[in-house]
Every structure is written in structure tokens, then in C-alpha cells.
């Protein structure tokens, strides 16, 4: 009789654990140098959201940034890390610009260059499947940007005549007296004045990105979300004009004692919840258009 013995187990020595945040810790360090590059940069820009109301809408932009990459976490979580070498200009570009607005006394560029510095280190140490879902809240980012002063003070004055103007145009057709001069009203018995802070320019940057956050929040058709960036600046607009013919109205019949109301002093927030109410009436419009359009 032949005696027989079971094989000896093969032990295996256990694997280290891989985490599922490990991949990512590269993508974040690279995010964090960046962030840690542009420290000299952004705390200016802070400032200055902080001392003009009109560039205030600069401390929301981060944050609605940051829910737009949080909003598809899950297909960012899907996909694999995977490098790509198309990233690496887009870093070497950021730097250039940062390095040319910073010795240049430019601020702009050197600001302008941080969503490009991020793209590029996402692209590079991710990939492009990663990329292609981060875009969007890192280009968000450019709204936060102010444009150089020079720029915006030309804007503002040119808008300041567009904006008289046509408030001076809704006012004949509403039976109000009315001679534009310049930037001036005069109404019977009183001037008033179309100021800078009254003028489009301030509300464009921050309703085209209202237009573009909100058409990220749900899934739309990528021309639906397109028209409600394209629309937002000029919904601000009217929305101005708006205000400033019913401010004017209500000083012909009230006096100057309607320059107080809650229209004319909070023009900023009247102009933002306006253009918000147009652009979900008009993204309510073409959302019934596009259902209709789909074939059956």
C-alpha cells in the first residue's frame, strides 16, 4: 500500500492594498503645485472682487466651478488615468503667460493663464477622458477674471450711451418726456444720469457665466446649452434697460423720491433675478421646441 499526502498549500504572501483614491494622489499634487504657483496671483484678484461690487460675483465662481467637476464625479471616477502628452504645452503655455503677465505689470495674463495651467496638468497627468469632463468648470473659471481696466472703462462709457439711449427710446414709446443727452436724461423737472455703475458692462461677465452654469446644471442638447451662454449677456442687457426706464418712469410721475426704491438701488440684484427669470423662460421655450423636434 502506497501511503499518500496532500500537496502542501501554497501560501500566498498577501498583496499590498491599492486604494481607490491612490491613482489620483498624482492629479492632486499636480493641482496643488499649480494652485501654489498662482499664490502671489490670486490674492490681488480677491481684492478686488472685494472693493467693486460689480466684480463681485468673483467669490462664486470657484465654488460653482468646483460643483460643476463634483456633478460628474462618478464618470470622472469611471475612467482611467491615463497621461497624455498633448497636456505638457498647455502647461508650458500657462507658464509663459503667467511669466510674461507677471514681468510685464499684467495681471490679466497672468490670471487668464490659470485655467490654462490646470487644463493642461489634468490633461497631462490624467488624460483626455478625464479632461473632457473637467473642462468645463476649469474654463468656468475665466469669469472670475476682471478685464484689464482700460478695456473696461471704454466698454463702460460706450455702454453707458447704448444704455441711455435706449431707455430714452422705451420712454417716447411709454408717453414720457424725455431728451437724451450723452449719458444725461432730462426729464421735466429733473436730470438723471445713466453712471457707470448703472451701465451693462459690470453684469456681462457675471450673467454669462449665470448662462453657463445654468445650462451645465441639467442635461441639455450641447446647442441648447450654447444659446443660453450666447443669450445671457444680451437678457442682462435688457433687463438694464429695463430697470433704468422704470426708474426713470417712476421719477416723472413719483418725483425724486422714487430714486429710492428697491429697483434703482439694488440695480445689480434687479438685473440678476430679471436675466435669471428670462433665461428660464427662454430655456423652458427651447426645451419644448427640441422635444418637438425629436423624432417619434
Known amino acids: 500500500m502506497t501511503s499518500f499526502s496532500p500537496p502542501a498549500a501554497v501560501v500566498k504572501s498577501p498583496a499590498m492594498p491599492v486604494g481607490p483614491s491612490r491613482p489620483w494622489i498624482p492629479l492632486g499634487a499636480g493641482v496643488a503645485?499649480?494652485?501654489g504657483i498662482y499664490a502671489p496671483v490670486v490674492p490681488a484678484m480677491v481684492g478686488e472682487w472685494a472693493a467693486f461690487p460689480n466684480l463681485s460675483h468673483g467669490f462664486a465662481i470657484p465654488f460653482i466651478a468646483a460643483y460643476l467637476i463634483w456633478a460628474r464625479r462618478e464618470r470622472i471616477a469611471g475612467e482611467a488615468l491615463e497621461s497624455s502628452p498633448f497636456g505638457l504645452p498647455l502647461v508650458v503655455l500657462g507658464l509663459a503667460i503667467l511669466a510674461l503677465g507677471s514681468l510685464g505689470g499684467e495681471p490679466f495674463?497672468?490670471?487668464?493663464?490659470?485655467?490654462?495651467?490646470l487644463l493642461g496638468?489634468?490633461?497631462?497627468?490624467?488624460?483626455?477622458?478625464?479632461?473632457?469632463?473637467?473642462w468645463a468648470g476649469i474654463g468656468f473659471l475665466l469669469f472670475m477674471i476682471p478685464l484689464p481696466y482700460l478695456m473696461l472703462k471704454s466698454l463702460t462709457y460706450q455702454f453707458q450711451l447704448i444704455d441711455a439711449g435706449a431707455s430714452a427710446r422705451a420712454l417716447s414709446w411709454l408717453g414720457v418726456p424725455v431728451f437724451r443727452e450723452g449719458v444725461f436724461l432730462h426729464l421735466p423737472g429733473i436730470t438723471l444720469e445713466v453712471?457707470?455703475?448703472?451701465?451693462?458692462?459690470?453684469?456681462?461677465a457675471a450673467l454669462t457665466a449665470l448662462g453657463a452654469a445654468y445650462g451645465q446644471m441639467h442635461p441639455r442638447p450641447t446647442?441648447?446649452?450654447?444659446?443660453?451662454?450666447v443669450?445671457?449677456?444680451?437678457?442682462?442687457?435688457?433687463?438694464?434697460i429695463v430697470r433704468i426706464t422704470l426708474t426713470a418712469v417712476s421719477v416723472y410721475y413719483f418725483g425724486p423720491v422714487a430714486l429710492d426704491n428697491v429697483i434703482h438701488k439694488f440695480n445689480?440684484?434687479?438685473?440678476?433675478?430679471?436675466?435669471?427669470?428670462?433665461?428660464?423662460?427662454?430655456?423652458?421655450?427651447?426645451?419644448?421646441?427640441?422635444?418637438?423636434n425629436l423624432p417619434r
Open 268 to 292: 445689480g440684484t434687479t438685473v440678476f433675478l430679471m436675466t435669471v427669470v428670462l433665461l428660464v423662460a427662454l430655456d423652458a421655450v427651447m426645451l419644448r421646441v427640441a422635444a418637438r
Open 33 to 35: 503645485a499649480v494652485l
Open 121 to 134: 496638468t489634468v490633461l497631462f497627468l490624467a488624460g483626455a477622458r478625464v479632461a473632457r469632463h473637467v
Open 195 to 204: 453712471a457707470s455703475v448703472c451701465s451693462s458692462v459690470p453684469a456681462i
Open 223 to 229: 446647442w441648447l446649452r450654447a444659446a443660453l451662454i
Open 109 to 117: 495674463l497672468a490670471r487668464v493663464s490659470l485655467p490654462v495651467m
Open 231 to 240: 443669450a445671457a449677456a444680451p437678457l442682462g442687457f435688457a433687463s438694464n
